[in-house]
Structure formats: structure tokens, C-alpha cells
């Protein structure tokens, strides 16, 4: 089992380990898509605010102006110069020049208005003037939905820039290449407030997926548990039950073998051992039905004036063949009676006192108190015991639970004693809680408030 529950753990790992990569690395690849859509944007647009500027800045001729715009270009041949045609007179051709008029359609007059500007441009180099160039990039930047604030600056050709740069290379005509850069300004921040939705999903799904496997190996823990209080509440019920039956079979054998039924003393013995075996496993089936009926809230309480004190030293009476003169009762309330169900204060003291006696180191000293509390009051049981270890203090109110000892039957029980009295002080709405030092004692504390 336990072997099987170090293979789920490490697979469980193994899991939580891998989604948490797979999650990072999704966020990563986001960050770096959106950062490379924005930089190919970001791109276009200052090559789209070039162009304009350049648009502008030069005088586009007038036949593109008119109704129905053209185009006119002049064709030149050249005569062929190679040496050897010069001694070929019919290889020569003669200079041939005219002019070709295009008209453009209105589809393609912008792309030919930009191209046109761009020749203009780069054929007499005027001087490219960045606050107008930001203007046009900037309201560029707004038609790609782009709200970042940029730097511009000029570069020369020599210069060398990496793929994640903002730049557009301007050409002149015999004349070196310009590069305009554009800087974006905060594009971290931008970037991650883009991308804040996915990385919480993401951080959900991390949480989830935690929270899952870890409630799983809860759970895993919790029912080997379960099962390791069910073996051991077999084991002990078998103990406990072996024990009776077997003295209920010997004096059976010595009534029908050995003539003890003649001896009216020992028949009377040997009845009232019976008897009180009978008696005895009676009430602890009792005990076992009664914890089932409280689970299922089939639970009646009768609320009756009770005496603390008197209750008290009649339930300690019961013990002083176990352990005499060993309960010490404290009673600092000023009036002794309460209204409460006397059976169930009756069951909860014999239970804690029982245990305190059972679990005890050589001569033990039981203080029974009841110290005051605003509205209600308090019972407080503390031995001189050899305590409980804080590990197993959160456990010791689960049913079937025991902590366990060199010798599993040292202390005889079916570890029902403790999960029965929370269920019985819950059922007069009351609280336990209990603190303990090993070889120092513990002390159990039920407070009740007045309804």
C-alpha cells in the first residue's frame, strides 16, 4: 500500500510539474506572438506614415490629378556600343525614343500616388522632418489600434539593427540609405496588460489542477487511514470479544464438568462472573448502536436540573475500586445546578475518567472542575498521565481511531471511547478541546453555553 501511495505521489508530481511547464511555456509563446504581431504592426504603419510624408512632400504630376488619371513615360533606346558591332553596320540600331501615356484606374491611384512620392523623394533628398513623420505615424498607429507612444529617430546605413526593431529603411537616389527607428515607449507593460487574461487563466488552471491532486492524495491518505483504523478495530473488537467469551466458556465447562453446579457458592460465583460479562458486552453494544443512531442524528436529549457536584462524585464513586482516592473534585461555580441531560454528562464524565485511568503512568491524579464561563459553563478533566503526542491530537475524536502503542492491546478498547463523547457533546451543542504534554498529563475542556 504504501509503495502503491509513493507511485501516485510521484506520478501526482510528475503531473502538477508538467502542467505548471506546460502552462509557462504558453504564457511565454503568447508574450512572444503578441510582441511579434505588434512589432510587424508597428512596421507597417511607419512604412505607411513614410510614404505619406513623402506623399506630401513632393509635387505628384498633374495628370494624375485629373477626372481620369494617367501616366506618362518616356521610352529611350539606346544604340547598341559593343565593340565588335561597330564593324557589323547592320547590327547597329538607330536611337529610338517615345512616350507611353497609362491610365490608371481608381483601384491602383493610391499605390501609384505612393510609388510616385517615393521616386520624388529619393531623386532630390529633402531633409525628412521627424515631428511631421510622428504625426502621420501616430495617427497610423491609431488605425492599427496601437495605443503606445513612440520616439523617432534617424539612423544612419551603418548601423545595425535586429529583426525585434522598429525600422524602415529610406533610399535616395546616389545618396546613403537612411533608417528611420521607431522606439516604443513602455511596450513591456503594454505587452503583459495584453496578455493578463490568458497568464490568470493560466494561473487558474495551475491552482485547479493543484488543488485537485492534492485533494486526491487527501483523500488517499484519509481512506488508508480509514482503512488502517478499520484493521485495528477489528483486531481489537476480536481481542476484546475473545477475552469474555473465553471465561464465559471455562466457567461453562467447570459448571457442566467439574461438578461446580453441587457448590451452591461456587455456582453463585461463576453466575455472577457471567452475568456481569453479559452485563458488559450488553453495553458495549449498546455503545456501538448508540454512536451509529447519534451519526444519523437520531439523537434525544432530556434536559433535567442537574447537580454538577453530586453528579460529579457519583460518577468518581464508581472508580474507587480501580483507583482510590485518586479524583480530586473543584467546583468554583456559585450555584451547583444546571439544566442539562443528566445521562449524557453521566456518560461523558465515565468516559473521560476511564480513559485518564487507563492511560496512566503508576499512581494517577484526576482533577474534576467546573470553572466558571459568561454565559454557561465549563467542565475541565486533567490527569497526570503520560500525555499525547501532538500528532495524533487532531485525530484522537475520529471513531475507531487509537494512538498506537508498543503493544496494540496494551490498553483494551475499541477506540469508540473519544469520537463517543464529541458526539455527545455535540448533541447539547457544546465544544471539546483538548491540550496535552507528553509525560506531563492532559487536560480535556467541554464548554456549554446557556441557550
Given amino acids: 500500500m504504501k509503495r502503491r501511495l509513493r507511485f501516485t505521489r510521484l506520478v501526482a508530481i510528475c503531473t502538477v510539474s508538467l502542467i505548471i511547464l506546460f502552462q509557462i511555456y504558453w504564457v511565454y509563446n503568447n508574450f512572444k506572438v503578441s510582441q511579434h504581431n505588434f512589432i510587424t504592426s508597428a512596421r507597417y504603419a511607419l512604412q505607411k506614415s513614410i510614404s505619406a510624408y513623402q506623399l506630401r512632400q513632393s509635387e505628384l504630376p498633374t495628370s494624375l490629378k485629373y477626372k481620369d488619371p494617367t ?71 491609431s488605425r492599427e489600434n496601437i495605443a503606445v507612444s513612440f520616439k523617432l529617430m534617424l539612423l544612419d546605413s551603418t548601423t545595425v539593427l535586429s529583426q525585434d526593431e522598429i525600422s524602415v529603411p529610406i533610399k535616395f537616389h546616389r ?171 453521566d456518560t461523558i464524565l465515565s468516559n473521560l475518567i476511564d480513559n485518564a485511568i487507563k492511560y496512566s503512568q503508576g499512581n494517577v491524579c484526576i482533577n474534576i472542575s467546573f470553572p466558571p464561563i459568561a454565559n454557561g459553563w465549563k467542565l475541565q478533566i486533567q490527569d497526570n498521565g503520560k500525555g499525547i503526542d501532538p500528532f495524533h491530537l487532531p485525530f484522537i475524536f475520529d471513531k475507531f481511531y487509537r494512538v498506537h502503542s508498543q503493544n496494540v492491546h496494551e490498553v483494551k478498547g475499541y477506540g469508540l471511547g473519544l469520537s463517543y463523547v464529541k458526539l455527545l457533546v455535540t448533541a447539547l451543542n457544546g465544544q471539546i478541546f483538548v491540550t496535552s504534554q507528553i509525560n506531563k498529563g492532559t487536560i480535556f475542556t467541554i464548554q456549554f453555553h446557556n441557550e
Wanted: proline share 5%; hydrophobic share 45%; glycine share 2%.
Fill in 71 to 141: 501616366l506618362t513615360f518616356f521610352l529611350r533606346t539606346i544604340p547598341n556600343r559593343d565593340s565588335i558591332a561597330f564593324d557589323t553596320p547592320a547590327v547597329i540600331k538607330p536611337f529610338h525614343a517615345e512616350f507611353l501615356t497609362v491610365k490608371i484606374d481608381e483601384y491602383n491611384i493610391s499605390e501609384v500616388n505612393a510609388i510616385m512620392g517615393r521616386l520624388i523623394s529619393q531623386q532630390f533628398r529633402r531633409p525628412i522632418n521627424l515631428d511631421s513623420l510622428g504625426v502621420l505615424y501616430k495617427q497610423e498607429l
Fill in 175 to 345: 545618396s546613403p540609405v537612411v533608417i528611420v527607428k521607431a522606439i516604443p515607449e513602455h511596450l513591456s507593460a503594454m505587452l503583459w496588460k495584453q496578455n493578463i487574461l490568458p497568464a490568470v487563466i493560466s494561473l487558474v488552471l495551475i491552482l485547479l489542477s493543484a488543488g485537485s491532486l492534492f485533494f486526491m492524495g487527501s483523500m488517499m491518505l484519509r481512506q488508508m487511514r480509514l482503512n488502517n483504523f478499520k484493521d485495528d478495530f477489528i483486531n481489537n473488537i476480536t481481542h476484546e470479544l475473545r477475552t469474555p467469551l473465553t471465561i464465559l466458556k471455562s466457567s461453562i465447562d467447570a459448571l457442566k464438568s467439574f461438578g461446580a453446579s453441587s457448590d451452591p457458592d461456587r455456582l453463585e460465583r461463576y453466575l455472577s462472573i457471567n452475568l456481569n460479562i453479559i452485563k458488559k458486552l450488553d453495553k458495549d453494544i449498546d455503545r456501538i448502536l448508540e454512536i451509529s443512531k447519534y451519526e444519523h442524528g437520531i439523537l434525544y436529549t432530556q434536559l433535567t436540573t442537574v447537580n454538577l457536584r453530586e453528579l460529579a462524585v457519583e460518577v468518581a464513586g464508581r472508580f474507587d475500586l480501580h483507583a482510590p482516592d485518586t479524583i480530586v473534585i473543584f467546583n468554583p461555580l456559585h450555584n451547583d445546578v444546571v439544566s442539562t441531560d443528566r445521562f449524557i454528562i
